[in-house]
């Protein structure tokens, strides 16, 4: 069966630490979208991941919860650490445990319109990896993964090794501000959008945090606005929401614009609250209609 969207990534251990709590959970890419596309409706989804058989009953969940999951066997799980201040849009992170990467062996048997490869470690997949499933469907990356160094236990940010080998073979990809800067060496998202895409990208999707978000298709630039949160609760998974509702606003069929605008009010709705997004289309569209808007200011 060829699925509208194919989510790759591992579902991790998360430690989240905030000046308000500090508590164990889920996390990872893969445990945030799919949550989030199981609240919306008619879309034929899958979810591929790994992770330590310590941590099986978070599959059994989503399973309980309708979610089609295939799960690679891996030694063990990614163990994070999250560190938050008062500003969600920063974290300093930790990496306490590291799962086995994605092997062509096992996803060879996949289809899918889009494939959502949700690395949060550089080799989580390999550029045979990305290369193969290019030729299957249309291939979704968040660059986070690809833009982080683990010495120790400690994260540093560094650019994407083999970068315009990988991004010739991407449809999408997503990226923060600070990822934006390392991919690009330039803060500009208008110039980092044209020169992600000369490196093969068919659409830049370049988020600015509380200011919004700028997608770049290689004709025109889409400006998106953020829909401001009444509160500020959990930015965990924010990023992995928003390409949630994106990819599944295009995999619909759905223009650009209207995609982002989407994606940006389940992001909102996501930040409003602890765990997952939980929302309705009711609940995001009528963020759309009411929450206050912030556009990006670009020079």
Same mark, same amino acid.
Request: aromatic residues 10%; proline residues 4%.
């Given at each position: 069966?060829?699925?509208?969207?194919?989510?790759?990534?591992?579902?991790?251990?998360?430690?989240?630490?905030?000046?308000?709590?500090?508590?164990?959970?889920?996390?990872?890419?893969?445990?945030?979208?799919?949550?989030?596309?199981?609240?919306?409706?008619?879309?034929?989804?899958?979810?591929?991941?790994?992770?330590?058989? @310590? $941590?099986?009953?978070? #599959? =059994?969940?989503? %399973?309980? /919860?309708?979610? &089609?999951?295939? *799960?690679?066997?891996?030694?063990?799980?990614?163990?994070?650490?999250?560190?938050?201040?008062?500003?969600?849009?920063?974290?300093?992170?930790?990496?306490l445990?590291?799962?086995?990467?994605?092997?062509?062996?096992?996803?060879?048997?996949?289809?899918?319109?889009?494939?959502?490869?949700?690395?949060?470690?550089?080799?989580?997949?390999?550029?045979?990896v990305?290369?193969?499933?290019?030729?299957?469907?249309?291939?979704?990356?968040?660059?986070?993964?690809?833009?982080?160094?683990?010495?120790? @236990? $400690?994260?540093?940010? #560094? =650019?994407?090794? %083999?970068? /315009?080998?990988? &991004?010739?073979? *991407?449809?999408?990809?997503?990226?923060?501000?600070?990822?934006?800067l390392?991919?690009?060496?330039?803060?500009?998202?208008?110039?980092?959008?044209?020169?992600?895409?000369?490196?093969?990208?068919?659409?830049?999707?370049?988020?600015?945090?509380?200011?919004?978000?700028?997608?770049?298709?290689?004709?025109?630039?889409?400006?998106i606005?953020?829909?401001?949160?009444?509160?500020?609760?959990?930015?965990?998974?924010c990023?992995?929401t928003?390409?949630?509702?994106?990819?599944?606003?295009?995999a619909?069929?759905?223009?650009?614009? =209207?995609?982002? %605008?989407?994606?940006?009010?389940?992001?909102?709705?996501?930040?409003?609250?602890?765990?997952?997004?939980?929302?309705?289309?009711?609940?995001?569209?009528?963020?759309?209609?009411?929450?206050?808007?912030t556009?990006?200011?670009?020079s």
């Open positions: 069966m060829k699925h509208q969207l194919c989510c790759i990534g591992h579902i991790t251990h998360d430690k989240i630490i905030t000046p308000r709590r500090t508590a164990h959970q889920p996390g990872g890419t893969s445990y945030y979208f799919s949550h989030a596309i199981r609240c919306l409706p008619d879309i034929n989804y899958m979810l591929v991941t790994a992770l330590g058989a @310590e $941590d099986m009953h978070v #599959v =059994d969940e989503l %399973r309980r /919860e309708g979610i &089609l999951v295939k *799960v690679m066997p891996s030694r063990q799980s990614v163990y994070f650490e999250n560190i938050y201040g008062e500003n969600q849009d920063n974290r300093t992170q930790h990496v445990a590291k799962a086995d990467p994605f092997t062509i062996e096992y996803l060879q048997d996949l289809e899918a319109q889009i494939f959502h490869l949700g690395s949060l470690l550089a080799d989580d997949f390999s550029l045979e990305v290369a193969y499933l290019s030729k299957k469907g249309r291939i979704s990356i968040d660059a986070q993964g690809y833009l982080r160094e683990v010495q120790g @236990e $400690d994260v540093f940010p #560094v =650019d994407w090794d %083999r970068k /315009e080998e990988f &991004l010739r073979y *991407v449809h999408f990809l997503k990226a923060n501000e600070p990822e934006t390392a991919l690009t060496g330039t803060n500009d998202p208008m110039v980092a959008a044209v020169q992600l895409h000369a490196w093969g990208v068919k659409e830049v999707l370049l988020t600015l945090g509380s200011n919004g978000s700028v997608i770049y298709d290689g004709s025109d630039f889409h400006f606005p953020a829909y401001r949160p009444r509160e500020v609760v959990d930015a965990t998974g990023g992995d928003y390409m949630t509702g994106y990819l599944y606003g295009r619909k069929g759905w223009s650009i614009d =209207d995609a982002g %605008r989407f994606a940006a009010a389940m992001s909102t709705l996501k930040i409003e609250a602890i765990g997952p997004f939980s929302g309705s289309l009711d609940d995001i569209r009528g963020c759309m209609e009411t929450a206050e808007r556009y990006p200011c670009i």
